[in-house]
């Protein structure tokens, strides 16, 4: 970090640092990924809060061998992370994000080289909504939403464990968003209780998906969680078509749910994916369903994201355009 | 079972064998309780289809003491009990569910005095919707129903962790239910997952069930699942709250479903409550915050039914009224 990088040089380890899942990419100052790995370390997985022994194993040659900033995001900000890191408020940018991070002490393994780095970088998390209505938070995914193309508004859409709805204004900053729990509930149900109870393990099938999109947007999932179970014990679908029922039930009454939360948005354009493809197919799917045009956003969106906050915040150096170095911040 | 019984002789052991409960009552002539007992040893418990074992602990001295028969509803007639028996269509009434007992054998211990009866009458359970829609099933509601008063149509209700909405007619039949999975989302929600990480072992807080009953019929059940877990980080409710702020989310958005699925009737007169007094204070409250009128049914009212169908079916002998025994029938 004493002088600038090069195209191609190593400039940044970017960390997406979630509840189930830890991904590390290598970054240049340009932000490009040299290099990706995945594990599931996530923050839930750590113990006695020793997050330096969680990432070593994943990425200790570019944590010590380079020499370059850690920038992480997600649930390493939170309670359960490093360090509790507050949330910023709606709308916020790329700028307001850079201006918040947080420096923790992520002390190296006592066998890493001597000058091994022993900060991390956090993103903090945004929050919305207030204390009369209820709030909403989110850590991670307006990292995720950086590496959107800006210069329109947008309405995205993050499916996952809490799928979030974001409302993106065309300058890029959130201004408001929405969380559902879709992908805890399809756990939950998947495996406990009646409805696991009649399901086989799942073989995709895309009649049942359907159905459970088209009954959920013609009526209230409520009328028709139960359903599931019954359609096995009256051989309405193949047991192994059951989960996918169930999918299409939680999914269609997310994406009711959301296009009435977000209407005005939704009349203006297509909705943007972005997360995990097998998930993204599925949304897109009942989406067209619907009737809502879809378009799916990068792959490797936080990496992106990861890296416009570290140039924002002179994290990242390029040769092209030098900028003041975090460590000189207040 | 020689000879017709007198007020107060015992002439039946009525059985209420559900999922996960299982309670009997000794029963006179007029169908009066004598005696009650409760277990946990629900039907998913019982190892190995031996269901004698379960009961004998429980009531074997009325059955090898009074010779009288056993008449049993719930789930101990489902593919997961002692006989499979098939669901009976609606509209259905007491004569109707007479009609299609099943008798299963139920083989008493080695230890069980000579002559002890080894037949156990299962009562069916209803069905209503078809394969295009989907059905919905119950199995042991259709018999407490019977413990209402008839002589004018009723919507009642019976919470729990497969809380069911009847229409009733006039003449005391079933024309239509559904089923509403609020009580088993309650409990995944509270023991696995995001929200029950923020949660403290419950203390009643009426204000933050009533805060989830308003949302949940202003809202959408969808849009505020999620708030459980910010209500706990930022401190919207204490974390002793968080399960009465669920509890009241759930069954608002199940009386909203409800009251919309079964408009018309809901309209003529106040919803019958029927099931555990707890769970039974908690929906009166909710539905009153809708402005909707109650009323409570009677506790036992299982017992009664069984009763009344035994009475229907010949296996309730009164002296004042004597009627074919069941075992004459083909």
Known sequence: MDKPSAVGEHALVGI???SSNLRVALLDAQGQVLQRRD????????????????LWPLC????????????ACGMVGSRQGLVDVP??????GAADLARALVQASLQPPASAPAGTTATLHIVPGLQTGDAATGHDVMRGEETQLLGIATGTAALAVLPGTHSKWIDRGADGSVHDFQTYLTGELFDLLSHHGSLARVMAPPQWSAQAFDAGVGEARDGRLEDRLFRVRTAGLMDR???AALSDYLSGLLIGAELKAGLRRFATLARQGPVTLLG???LVRRYARALQA??????????????T???????TAGLLQTAASPSPRLEARP
């Open 16 to 18: 997406d640092w979630g």
């Open 39 to 54: 594990s599931t370390a996530g923050v839930f997985t750590v113990r006695d809060g020793n997050f330096a022994s969680a």
């Open 60 to 71: 200790g040659d570019w944590w010590a061998g380079h020499r370059v900033p850690l920038l």
């Open 87 to 92: 949330y910023l408020p709606c709308p916020a």
């Open 237 to 239: 679908f193949a047991a």
């Open 276 to 278: 995990a493809p097998a």
């Open 290 to 303: 619907f009737g809502h045009p879809v378009q799916a956003g990068p792959d490797d969106a936080v990496f």
């Open 305 to 311: 994201g990861l890296a416009t906050i570290a140039r």
